[in-house]
């Protein structure tokens, strides 16, 4: 084994606040470190350092031994330094193939030729590269119309097409079905044997002790430990990365003998994405609807609360009939909904906590047509309270500074605020981190408890089994079966997700 | 092998991509178009008319080239009407007042109009202002400066070389239609066939993305807007060649005619998307429209109207179309 990347004494301020202290990295070729730490522990400063996308203030990064210095992500790709982002960026409106070498589409030969693109050799090339993963995605195919599972794989092809050395992969499965997730751990392995060094960043503890060797956490721009994988577990990484430990989440049963359901959805119907949907959900409890993504249950959610139109079926709340067409139908019949990406559809990240707290709900506030801020202030301080908001600024900080957690609070916060008998969250913890993640967790119970109806939709099979009353599982478009929390086990909810019921 | 839950979409997405298929119905909306002018006018369909269409394309049609590069990076450029202007009263006050052979006044014309460009790109890459702010300004400046220098005055530039640009003919073909056509396949080509025109794709769809790759963005729009503003300096001089004069008025509402026909053949004002045959189809669009109009003996109050109404369809269209695509795409 050679060291093939080391990292030394790696310190970076912002503003005069010193996100990185001194950070040590050591990297051998043909293995997988995992990096962890809750979100604002440094970790994504660390990786643009290392890629060059941001310049460190004093420290040192050698690659084969040598001292490197890169000015731009451009310089690190030359020596063989990839990442795959957790935000995909792709153009949508070129092909497969172009997206796949952007920034260096195959010349062609000859005085003239040698200037201009030969997009014979970039299908071909793009054919090669797709042939590397096995997947079946035409290389002229418009990235427009790929499902996002197909454009992650774009995107992982992408960076390690070529001559990758040392290959970043930050939450490379965040979108990906558990097949899938199997799919990328064999390419990494694959990788791993070729003498590929490779850095992965996940909250996924799970991911970690089944792909990685060594672990370096971060906390709080720090240091905190570089451990081999079978010198911790679960609880001992999380301690680490938290730096406190945290309580295994023990779900008590309430009895839910609530005379009508909060929730009953009968007979929902949608061409092309769910049939005959069935099922009730009661004041106090949380039912989860798992599945793997692409089940039609996002499209099911989303016409519950009236985003989208479902072509028949009745929706009740809490007894009454409610014909729901628009997003302001699910809202009057007290229904909550907080989208999958909430940075696109839940929030206005430029605007302020406050502001995004009584974004829809401007009636109770309103004092004879106009705001009151004092009223408005009072309101938002209460659920910031109430729910353990944290921001550095105050309640006037723009949204889009808060932690993925925080961010995820201030959407809860805002329909709780409406007052929602109903609450429906597209999976609430999707880059949330594990302390944050024990957090919402803790605050989706307490509102059960209280009495809200709280539906999830979660293709993370750990938090379905942790948070829910009830588990429902989805496959093609119909629900396959449904579990006790007590009868729920992961071989079971796959299983069913995978619509192979017995 | 992955199991992709939307294997058949791929299949139906190469019958026919969305470009095609946009560029398809803009076709059949412009024969539509024609064949209704014919049967309301028997000079439509006539050669005279048809050179007399050839003769108008150019201005248009040049300046369109540019704005296609500009709106594929998810810019804007306002000011091409002015820079159209300038060019002109630059030509002819080289000439005019300082003497200056009239080629070579009108090459300088051309540079300034380039320098415009140069400083719209450098405003919009180093000092980060928005495209759209930044030539909205230049678009005033630049048309004020028009006044300023020709003292509002239109001057009258005899020369039958220079009336050659916008009057010329070789082999009976209009000589700025052929610089436009040899224009339209050079750029492209290079929308096509070069990493300079491709990466221009990947800048409008995304910024971030294309500096990951490497791609200097910064340069890739300056070249954008320097080339624009040059192209629509060009313009300028055929405006001024077959007006066989200058004025600062010349070429007024020119960039949204232009950006008119850019948005009907296809190119998106979000970047990231556009072709020129779609440019060049939406430019002759406009041309008959307002030609057929003419013949109908339509008030060119109502002929404003049409292409308005015109835009608005076609982007109606699309915009339906593409929805019903995406309702189709929503179970992902």
């Known amino acids: ?502 | 092998m992955i199991i992709l839950t939307t294997k058949s979409k791929n299949k139906k997405s190469k019958l026919f991509s969305s470009d095609s298929l946009a560029t398809i119905s803009l076709l059949i909306s412009f024969i539509v178009m024609a064949i209704f002018f014919t049967s309301q006018s028997e000079f439509f369909f006539t050669s005279t008319n048809f050179a007399n269409l050839a003769r108008t394309l150019a201005v248009v049609g040049i300046s369109s080239i540019g704005m296609t590069l500009v709106l594929i990076t998810a810019g804007v450029d306002l000011s091409v009407g002015s820079v159209a202007a300038l060019s002109g009263v630059l030509a002819s006050m080289f000439w005019l007042e300082l003497n200056i052979p009239l080629p070579i006044s009108s090459l300088l014309a051309l540079l300034t109009g380039a320098l415009v460009g140069l400083i719209n790109g450098l405003i919009i890459t180093v000092l980060k202002i928005n495209p759209l702010i930044t030539t909205l300004a230049s678009f005033s400046i630049i048309r004020g400066l028009a006044f300023v220098i020709s003292d509002g005055q239109t001057n009258m530039l005899n020369n039958q070389g220079f009336y050659f640009i916008g009057r010329g003919n070789i082999l009976g073909i209009p000589f700025s239609l052929l610089v436009m056509i040899v224009l339209y396949f050079i750029f492209f080509i290079i929308l096509r066939y070069t990493s300079f025109g491709r990466n221009l794709f990947a800048i409008g769809a995304s910024p971030e993305m294309s500096r990951l790759a490497g791609i200097n963005v910064d340069k890739h729009l300056l070249i954008s807007y320097t080339v624009t503003a040059f192209l629509a300096a060009f313009a300028g001089l055929i405006i001024a060649s077959q007006l066989g004069s200058s004025a600062p008025r010349a070429a007024t509402g020119l960039e949204f005619t232009v950006i008119t026909a850019v948005v009907l053949g296809g190119t998106s004002l979000a970047g990231g998307k556009g072709t020129l045959i779609g440019t060049l189809i939406g430019v002759i669009i406009l041309r008959v429209l307002n030609n057929g109009l003419v013949l109908m003996e339509v008030s060119s109050f109502y002929q404003e109207v049409a292409r308005g109404v015109v835009l608005l369809l076609a982007l109606s269209f699309d915009q339906i179309r593409s929805g019903f695509l995406h309702l189709r795409r929503e179970r992902t």
């Open chain 1, 1 to 502: 084994m050679s060291k093939v990347l080391e990292m030394r004494n790696i310190c970076k301020s912002f503003y005069g606040v010193k996100v990185l202290k001194n950070i040590p990295l050591e990297l051998e070729s043909g293995e997988v470190l995992a990096l962890l730490g809750e979100n604002g522990a440094g970790k994504s400063t660390l990786i643009k350092i290392l890629n060059g996308d941001y310049q460190m203030d004093t420290g040192k990064i050698l690659i084969d031994g040598q001292e490197v210095d890169f000015k731009e992500p451009s310089d690190s790709e030359k020596h063989g330094i990839k990442m795959i982002y957790q935000e995909l960026h792709y153009a949508a409106d070129l092909s497969v193939a172009e997206n796949l070498f952007i920034g260096h589409l195959a010349k062609g030969s000859g005085p003239i030729g040698k200037h201009l693109i030969d997009w014979k050799k970039v299908n071909q090339d793009a054919k090669k590269a797709l042939g590397l993963l096995n997947v079946d995605i035409d290389p002229k195919a418009m990235m427009r119309d790929l499902s996002v599972i197909e454009r992650q794989i774009v995107e992982i092809i992408k960076a390690i097409y070529g001559n990758a050395k040392i290959l970043v992969m930050d939450e490379p499965t965040a979108a990906l079905t558990p097949p899938e997730v199997e799919m990328l751990f064999k390419i990494v392995n694959d990788l791993k044997a070729k003498g590929v060094a490779i850095i992965y960043i996940s909250h996924r503890l799970e991911e970690v002790f089944h792909i990685a060797q060594r672990v370096m956490i971060l906390r709080d721009g720090n240091h905190v430990a570089t451990k081999n994988i079978e010198e911790v577990n679960s609880d001992s990484l999380v301690e680490l990365m938290v730096g406190r430990e945290i309580e295994e989440r023990i779900i008590e049963l309430s009895d839910n003998k609530a005379t009508a359901p909060a929730l009953e959805v009968s007979g929902l119907n949608k061409f092309g994405s769910f049939k005959d949907i069935n099922f009730k959900l009661y004041e106090g409890e949380i039912v989860s609807i798992f599945g793997l993504l692409g089940s039609g249950q996002i499209s099911l959610t989303r016409s519950i609360f009236g985003a989208e139109r479902a072509d028949r079926g009745s929706i009740k709340v809490y007894g009454h009939e409610r014909k729901i067409r628009f997003a302001q139908d699910g809202k009057n019949a007290g229904i909550g909904f907080v989208p999958i990406d909430r940075k696109v559809r839940g929030l206005v990240l430029d605007m302020s906590v406050l502001k995004n707290l009584t974004l829809s709900n401007w009636n109770n506030l309103l004092t004879l047509g106009f705001f009151k801020n004092k009223k408005e202030r009072a309101h938002s301080q209460k659920w910031i309270d109430a729910l353990g908001i944290r921001m550095a600024g105050g309640i006037d900080t723009a949204v889009k500074f808060l932690s993925g957690g925080n961010q995820q609070k201030v959407v809860l916060a805002r329909w709780l605020e409406a007052n929602v008998k109903v609450l429906i969250l597209n999976e609430p913890t999707w880059g949330v981190d594990v302390g944050a993640r024990s957090d919402i967790y803790d605050q989706l119970d307490m509102l059960a408890k209280q009495g809200l109806a709280i539906l999830v939709v979660s293709s993370d099979i750990h938090e379905v089994l942790a948070i829910s009353h009830r588990i429902l599982t989805i496959y093609d478009g119909q629900l396959t079966a449904e579990f006790s929390h007590k009868e729920a086990s992961q071989d079971l909810l796959l299983n069913a997700a995978a619509g192979r019921l017995a």
